[in-house]
Protein backbone atom coordinates (compact mmCIF):
# COMPACT_ATOMS: atom_id res chain seq x y z
CA UNK A 1 0.00 0.00 0.00
CA UNK A 2 1.37 3.14 -1.09
CA UNK A 3 2.94 5.25 1.89
CA UNK A 4 0.65 8.04 2.63
CA UNK A 5 2.36 11.55 3.42
CA UNK A 6 0.76 12.99 6.89
CA UNK A 7 1.64 16.39 6.34
CA UNK A 8 -0.61 16.81 3.22
CA UNK A 9 -3.43 16.40 5.62
CA UNK A 10 -1.88 19.18 8.43
CA UNK A 11 -1.74 21.44 5.35
CA UNK A 12 -5.12 20.55 4.57
CA UNK A 13 -6.82 20.88 8.40
CA UNK A 14 -4.70 24.31 8.79
CA UNK A 15 -5.91 26.01 5.53
CA UNK A 16 -9.18 24.73 6.23
CA UNK A 17 -9.63 26.54 9.86
CA UNK A 18 -8.24 29.45 8.53
CA UNK A 19 -10.81 29.95 6.07
CA UNK A 20 -13.71 28.73 8.72
CA UNK A 21 -12.39 31.22 11.12
CA UNK A 22 -11.71 34.22 8.91
CA UNK A 23 -15.32 34.16 7.70
CA UNK A 24 -16.42 34.24 10.96
CA UNK A 25 -14.83 37.43 11.96
CA UNK A 26 -14.80 39.07 8.70
CA UNK A 27 -17.64 41.43 9.87
CA UNK A 28 -15.41 42.87 12.74
CA UNK A 29 -12.39 43.66 9.75
CA UNK A 30 -14.84 44.90 7.47
CA UNK A 31 -16.26 47.52 10.14
CA UNK A 32 -13.49 49.32 12.00
CA UNK A 33 -15.59 52.06 13.00
CA UNK A 34 -17.45 50.55 14.91
CA UNK A 35 -14.73 48.45 16.63
CA UNK A 36 -12.28 50.02 19.60
CA UNK A 37 -9.45 50.18 17.26
CA UNK A 38 -7.04 47.94 19.64
CA UNK A 39 -10.07 45.20 19.12
CA UNK A 40 -10.23 45.68 15.41
CA UNK A 41 -6.36 46.02 15.37
CA UNK A 42 -6.03 42.54 16.25
CA UNK A 43 -8.58 40.83 14.32
CA UNK A 44 -6.66 42.93 11.54
CA UNK A 45 -3.70 41.05 12.72
CA UNK A 46 -5.70 37.60 12.54
CA UNK A 47 -6.59 38.73 8.76
CA UNK A 48 -3.46 38.99 7.28
CA UNK A 49 -2.05 36.16 8.94
CA UNK A 50 -4.83 33.69 7.16
CA UNK A 51 -4.55 35.14 3.67
CA UNK A 52 -2.55 32.46 2.35
CA UNK A 53 -5.44 29.66 3.18
CA UNK A 54 -6.39 29.38 -0.41
CA UNK A 55 -2.95 29.35 -1.76
CA UNK A 56 -1.90 26.45 0.64
CA UNK A 57 -5.15 24.44 -1.06
CA UNK A 58 -3.26 24.81 -4.23
CA UNK A 59 0.15 24.39 -3.03
CA UNK A 60 -1.13 20.37 -1.93
CA UNK A 61 -2.95 20.03 -4.83
CA UNK A 62 0.53 20.73 -6.39
CA UNK A 63 2.49 18.52 -4.67
CA UNK A 64 -0.11 15.49 -5.34
CA UNK A 65 -0.52 15.94 -9.02
CA UNK A 66 2.61 17.46 -10.29
CA UNK A 67 3.96 14.97 -8.59
CA UNK A 68 2.09 11.57 -9.32
CA UNK A 69 3.88 8.82 -10.55
CA UNK A 70 0.17 7.65 -12.09
CA UNK A 71 -0.19 7.99 -16.14
CA UNK A 72 -3.14 8.66 -16.85
CA UNK A 73 -4.00 10.12 -20.42
CA UNK A 74 -5.78 13.69 -20.56
CA UNK A 75 -9.35 13.05 -20.06
CA UNK A 76 -8.74 10.65 -17.54
CA UNK A 77 -7.11 12.78 -15.37
CA UNK A 78 -9.14 15.65 -15.92
CA UNK A 79 -12.34 12.69 -15.12
CA UNK A 80 -11.12 11.52 -11.90
CA UNK A 81 -10.99 14.88 -10.86
CA UNK A 82 -14.06 16.09 -12.24
CA UNK A 83 -16.08 13.03 -10.91
CA UNK A 84 -15.45 13.58 -7.81
CA UNK A 85 -15.95 17.39 -7.16
CA UNK A 86 -18.22 18.89 -9.87
CA UNK A 87 -21.87 17.49 -8.17
CA UNK A 88 -21.29 18.20 -5.22
CA UNK A 89 -20.37 21.59 -5.93
CA UNK A 90 -23.09 22.00 -7.86
CA UNK A 91 -25.32 20.70 -5.31
CA UNK A 92 -24.31 23.16 -2.70
CA UNK A 93 -24.25 25.83 -5.38
CA UNK A 94 -28.05 25.62 -5.81
CA UNK A 95 -28.47 25.35 -1.98
CA UNK A 96 -26.87 28.56 -2.01
CA UNK A 97 -28.72 30.07 -4.52
CA UNK A 98 -31.91 28.88 -3.10
CA UNK A 99 -31.36 30.15 -0.08
CA UNK A 100 -30.25 33.71 -1.44
CA UNK A 101 -33.79 33.85 -3.26
CA UNK A 102 -35.42 33.33 0.03
CA UNK A 103 -33.39 35.48 1.84
CA UNK A 104 -34.07 38.14 -0.88
CA UNK A 105 -38.03 37.43 -0.67
CA UNK A 106 -37.65 35.98 -4.51
CA UNK A 107 -39.51 33.41 -6.15
CA UNK A 108 -36.87 29.83 -6.46
CA UNK A 109 -35.98 29.67 -9.86
CA UNK A 110 -33.99 26.66 -11.01
CA UNK A 111 -32.92 27.56 -14.27
CA UNK A 112 -32.12 31.17 -12.97
CA UNK A 113 -29.86 29.54 -10.60
CA UNK A 114 -28.03 26.79 -13.17
CA UNK A 115 -27.93 29.92 -15.26
CA UNK A 116 -25.95 31.88 -12.45
CA UNK A 117 -24.18 28.81 -11.63
CA UNK A 118 -22.63 28.73 -15.52
CA UNK A 119 -21.73 32.80 -15.10
CA UNK A 120 -19.92 32.46 -11.56
CA UNK A 121 -20.07 31.48 -7.87
CA UNK A 122 -23.87 31.67 -6.59
CA UNK A 123 -22.01 32.26 -3.20
CA UNK A 124 -19.08 34.08 -1.87
CA UNK A 125 -16.52 31.61 -1.37
CA UNK A 126 -17.28 29.46 -4.21
CA UNK A 127 -15.05 31.88 -6.37
CA UNK A 128 -12.29 28.76 -5.21
CA UNK A 129 -13.96 25.88 -6.43
CA UNK A 130 -14.09 27.10 -9.91
CA UNK A 131 -10.31 27.91 -9.53
CA UNK A 132 -9.91 24.35 -8.58
CA UNK A 133 -11.85 23.03 -11.71
CA UNK A 134 -9.92 25.35 -14.16
CA UNK A 135 -6.55 24.68 -12.61
CA UNK A 136 -7.40 20.62 -13.23
CA UNK A 137 -7.85 21.37 -16.79
CA UNK A 138 -4.16 22.62 -17.35
CA UNK A 139 -2.10 20.08 -14.25
CA UNK A 140 -1.51 17.46 -17.35
CA UNK A 141 0.35 20.35 -19.22
CA UNK A 142 2.17 21.71 -15.79
CA UNK A 143 2.84 17.63 -14.88
CA UNK A 144 4.34 17.36 -18.39
CA UNK A 145 6.55 20.63 -17.99
CA UNK A 146 7.87 19.67 -14.59
CA UNK A 147 9.35 16.43 -15.36
CA UNK A 148 11.40 17.77 -18.20
CA UNK A 149 12.37 20.89 -16.10
CA UNK A 150 15.68 20.81 -14.66
CA UNK A 151 15.79 22.79 -11.57
CA UNK A 152 17.22 25.85 -12.83
CA UNK A 153 14.16 25.98 -15.25
CA UNK A 154 11.49 25.44 -12.40
CA UNK A 155 13.15 28.45 -11.02
CA UNK A 156 13.19 30.41 -13.90
CA UNK A 157 9.33 29.65 -14.03
CA UNK A 158 8.89 30.41 -9.96
CA UNK A 159 10.24 34.20 -10.93
CA UNK A 160 8.39 34.87 -14.41
CA UNK A 161 5.25 34.01 -11.80
CA UNK A 162 6.10 36.32 -9.34
CA UNK A 163 6.96 38.87 -11.88
CA UNK A 164 3.91 38.66 -13.21
CA UNK A 165 2.23 38.48 -9.09
CA UNK A 166 4.43 41.94 -8.50
CA UNK A 167 3.25 43.54 -11.91
CA UNK A 168 -0.27 43.06 -11.15
CA UNK A 169 0.34 44.57 -7.88
CA UNK A 170 1.78 47.42 -8.56
CA UNK A 171 -0.21 48.25 -11.93
CA UNK A 172 -3.88 46.42 -11.13
CA UNK A 173 -5.56 48.41 -14.17
CA UNK A 174 -2.60 46.23 -16.54
CA UNK A 175 -4.20 42.97 -16.30
CA UNK A 176 -7.94 42.77 -16.43
CA UNK A 177 -8.91 40.43 -13.07
CA UNK A 178 -10.71 37.68 -15.46
CA UNK A 179 -11.11 34.17 -15.29
CA UNK A 180 -7.63 33.70 -16.88
CA UNK A 181 -5.54 36.39 -14.78
CA UNK A 182 -6.75 34.38 -11.83
CA UNK A 183 -5.91 31.07 -12.87
CA UNK A 184 -2.44 32.38 -14.14
CA UNK A 185 -1.92 34.47 -10.22
CA UNK A 186 -3.03 30.69 -8.79
CA UNK A 187 -1.73 28.21 -10.92
CA UNK A 188 1.89 29.65 -9.74
CA UNK A 189 1.19 28.15 -6.38
CA UNK A 190 0.85 24.13 -7.66
CA UNK A 191 4.67 24.73 -8.94
CA UNK A 192 5.41 25.93 -5.91
CA UNK A 193 3.88 22.98 -3.82
CA UNK A 194 5.44 20.52 -5.94
CA UNK A 195 9.47 22.32 -5.62
CA UNK A 196 8.69 22.92 -2.26
CA UNK A 197 7.67 19.53 -1.50
CA UNK A 198 11.10 18.47 -3.49
CA UNK A 199 12.86 20.62 -0.84
CA UNK A 200 14.57 18.69 1.93
CA UNK A 201 12.87 19.59 5.27
CA UNK A 202 13.71 22.32 6.93
CA UNK A 203 14.21 21.99 10.46
CA UNK A 204 16.91 23.76 11.10
CA UNK A 205 15.75 26.86 9.20
CA UNK A 206 12.27 26.93 10.96
CA UNK A 207 13.03 30.12 12.74
CA UNK A 208 13.92 31.92 9.37
CA UNK A 209 10.48 30.96 7.69
CA UNK A 210 8.53 31.91 11.07
CA UNK A 211 10.65 35.50 10.99
CA UNK A 212 9.54 35.91 7.23
CA UNK A 213 6.04 34.85 7.86
CA UNK A 214 6.02 37.19 10.76
CA UNK A 215 7.09 39.90 9.12
CA UNK A 216 4.97 39.83 6.51
CA UNK A 217 1.66 39.65 8.36
CA UNK A 218 2.74 42.54 10.14
CA UNK A 219 3.96 44.54 7.14
CA UNK A 220 0.45 43.50 5.44
CA UNK A 221 -1.68 44.35 8.18
CA UNK A 222 0.03 47.74 9.13
CA UNK A 223 -0.44 48.65 5.46
CA UNK A 224 -4.00 47.52 5.24
CA UNK A 225 -4.54 49.75 8.35
CA UNK A 226 -3.48 52.59 6.77
CA UNK A 227 -5.00 52.36 3.38
CA UNK A 228 -8.56 51.58 5.25
CA UNK A 229 -7.85 54.57 7.42
CA UNK A 230 -7.78 56.60 4.24
CA UNK A 231 -10.73 55.29 2.82
CA UNK A 232 -12.37 56.50 5.88
CA UNK A 233 -13.00 52.87 7.50
CA UNK A 234 -13.83 50.99 4.66
CA UNK A 235 -11.61 47.75 4.84
CA UNK A 236 -8.75 47.87 1.29
CA UNK A 237 -7.80 44.33 0.88
CA UNK A 238 -5.08 45.33 -1.97
CA UNK A 239 -2.30 43.57 0.37
CA UNK A 240 -4.62 40.82 1.59
CA UNK A 241 -5.01 39.42 -2.18
CA UNK A 242 -4.48 35.71 -2.29
CA UNK A 243 -2.22 36.71 -5.33
CA UNK A 244 -0.33 39.51 -3.78
CA UNK A 245 3.40 38.88 -4.25
CA UNK A 246 4.20 38.99 -0.47
CA UNK A 247 1.23 37.13 0.02
CA UNK A 248 2.62 34.07 -1.81
CA UNK A 249 5.87 34.47 0.19
CA UNK A 250 3.82 34.08 3.75
CA UNK A 251 2.54 30.91 1.84
CA UNK A 252 5.79 29.59 0.86
CA UNK A 253 6.88 30.37 4.46
CA UNK A 254 3.69 28.78 6.51
CA UNK A 255 3.92 25.46 3.55
CA UNK A 256 7.71 24.79 5.29
CA UNK A 257 6.74 25.33 8.47
CA UNK A 258 3.60 22.99 8.36
CA UNK A 259 5.74 20.71 6.12
CA UNK A 260 7.68 20.07 8.92
CA UNK A 261 4.82 18.63 10.82
CA UNK A 262 6.04 14.87 9.93
CA UNK A 263 6.24 11.58 12.07
CA UNK A 264 8.38 12.90 14.37
CA UNK A 265 5.92 15.67 16.08
CA UNK A 266 3.52 15.73 18.30
CA UNK A 267 0.83 16.06 16.55
CA UNK A 268 1.67 12.60 14.67
CA UNK A 269 2.62 10.86 17.76
CA UNK A 270 -0.71 11.88 19.72
CA UNK A 271 -3.02 9.31 17.85
CA UNK A 272 -5.95 11.26 18.89
CA UNK A 273 -4.58 14.87 17.80
CA UNK A 274 -3.52 12.84 14.74
CA UNK A 275 -7.03 11.45 14.44
CA UNK A 276 -8.70 15.01 14.23
CA UNK A 277 -5.77 16.37 11.78
CA UNK A 278 -6.34 13.44 9.77
CA UNK A 279 -10.64 14.11 9.52
CA UNK A 280 -10.43 17.54 9.16
CA UNK A 281 -7.78 16.81 6.25
CA UNK A 282 -9.89 14.48 4.39
CA UNK A 283 -13.28 16.51 4.66
CA UNK A 284 -11.70 19.89 4.25
CA UNK A 285 -13.02 20.54 1.25
CA UNK A 286 -16.50 19.41 2.31
CA UNK A 287 -16.05 21.91 4.74
CA UNK A 288 -15.17 24.80 2.52
CA UNK A 289 -17.97 23.97 0.59
CA UNK A 290 -20.55 23.60 2.95
CA UNK A 291 -19.34 25.83 6.10
CA UNK A 292 -21.14 29.42 5.21
CA UNK A 293 -24.37 27.50 5.08
CA UNK A 294 -23.71 27.28 8.95
CA UNK A 295 -23.02 30.92 9.35
CA UNK A 296 -25.86 31.92 7.93
CA UNK A 297 -27.95 29.68 9.89
CA UNK A 298 -26.50 31.17 13.17
CA UNK A 299 -25.97 34.52 12.03
CA UNK A 300 -29.60 35.21 11.33
CA UNK A 301 -31.13 33.12 14.09
CA UNK A 302 -32.78 30.84 11.77
CA UNK A 303 -32.29 27.74 14.17
CA UNK A 304 -34.25 29.75 17.18
CA UNK A 305 -30.98 31.68 18.32
CA UNK A 306 -28.13 34.05 17.13
CA UNK A 307 -24.45 32.60 17.28
CA UNK A 308 -22.22 35.18 15.63
CA UNK A 309 -18.93 37.32 16.04
CA UNK A 310 -20.76 39.31 18.27
CA UNK A 311 -22.18 36.71 20.66
CA UNK A 312 -21.31 37.35 24.52
CA UNK A 313 -21.50 41.10 23.13
CA UNK A 314 -17.53 40.69 22.30
CA UNK A 315 -15.67 39.35 19.39
CA UNK A 316 -12.92 37.53 21.83
CA UNK A 317 -15.74 35.83 22.76
CA UNK A 318 -18.48 35.70 19.66
CA UNK A 319 -15.60 34.63 17.17
CA UNK A 320 -13.91 31.53 18.64
CA UNK A 321 -17.66 30.38 19.65
CA UNK A 322 -19.17 30.77 16.36
CA UNK A 323 -15.91 29.75 14.26
CA UNK A 324 -15.87 26.09 16.64
CA UNK A 325 -19.79 25.44 16.45
CA UNK A 326 -19.13 26.57 12.63
CA UNK A 327 -16.47 23.90 12.43
CA UNK A 328 -18.13 21.12 13.71
CA UNK A 329 -21.32 20.97 12.43
CA UNK A 330 -19.81 21.71 8.99
CA UNK A 331 -17.54 18.30 9.68
CA UNK A 332 -21.07 16.84 11.92
CA UNK A 333 -22.88 16.98 8.66
CA UNK A 334 -20.11 16.00 6.28
CA UNK A 335 -19.67 12.39 7.97
CA UNK A 336 -23.56 12.01 8.33
CA UNK A 337 -23.69 12.51 4.77
CA UNK A 338 -21.03 10.28 3.52
CA UNK A 339 -22.94 7.51 5.37
CA UNK A 340 -26.25 7.74 2.69
CA UNK A 341 -26.18 6.01 -0.55
CA UNK A 342 -26.71 8.24 -3.13
CA UNK A 343 -26.91 11.66 -1.32
CA UNK A 344 -23.70 11.17 -0.44
CA UNK A 345 -22.98 11.65 -4.33
CA UNK A 346 -24.51 14.45 -4.51
CA UNK A 347 -23.72 16.68 -1.66
CA UNK A 348 -19.92 15.03 -0.10
CA UNK A 349 -16.57 15.18 -2.05
CA UNK A 350 -15.05 11.71 -1.60
CA UNK A 351 -11.82 12.03 0.29
CA UNK A 352 -9.06 11.57 -1.24
CA UNK A 353 -7.08 8.55 -0.93
CA UNK A 354 -3.51 10.07 -1.61
CA UNK A 355 -3.10 11.91 1.51
CA UNK A 356 -3.17 11.02 5.68
CA UNK A 357 -1.10 9.20 7.82
CA UNK A 358 0.34 5.70 7.38
CA UNK A 359 -1.14 3.10 8.83
CA UNK A 360 1.19 2.54 11.56
CA UNK A 361 0.66 1.72 15.03
CA UNK A 362 -1.05 4.71 17.80
Same mark, same amino acid.
Given at each position: ?22 ? @? ?11 ? /?? @? ?6 ? %? ?92 ? #?????? /? ?19 ? $? ?6 ? /? ?12 ? #? ?10 ? *? ?5 ? #? ?9 ? $? ?12 ? &? ?13 ? *? ?7 ? !???? %?? %???? =????? !??? @??? /? ?5 ? $? ?19 ? !? ?8 ? @? ?12 ? *? ?14 ? =? ?5 ? %??? &? ?5
Amino acid at each position: MKRRVFYVDVVRAFACLLVVMSH @VFAPVCAAMNHYP /RP @VWWIFNLF %DSFIRPSAALYVMISGKLFLGSSREDSYLRFVWNRYSRVFLPFFTWSMIYAFYNAREEGTPWAPGLAVLQFLKGPTEYHLWFMYLILGLYLVMP #AMRRFV /RWAPPQGLAGALALWMGFLVV $NFLFPGYA /RWGFVTILLSYGGY #AILGYALDKANT *LHPKTGV #ALCLCAGIVVF $NAAATYVSTIRRGG &TLDERFYFGAAPLVA *LQAAAMFLL !LKNV %DE %DSFA =FKNAR !LRA @VVT /RLGRNSY $NIYLNHALFIWLFTQGTLGFI !LSHNTGSSPW @VGVPLTGAAVLACS *LGLTLLLQRIPIISTL =FVITPPL %DSG &TPITGS
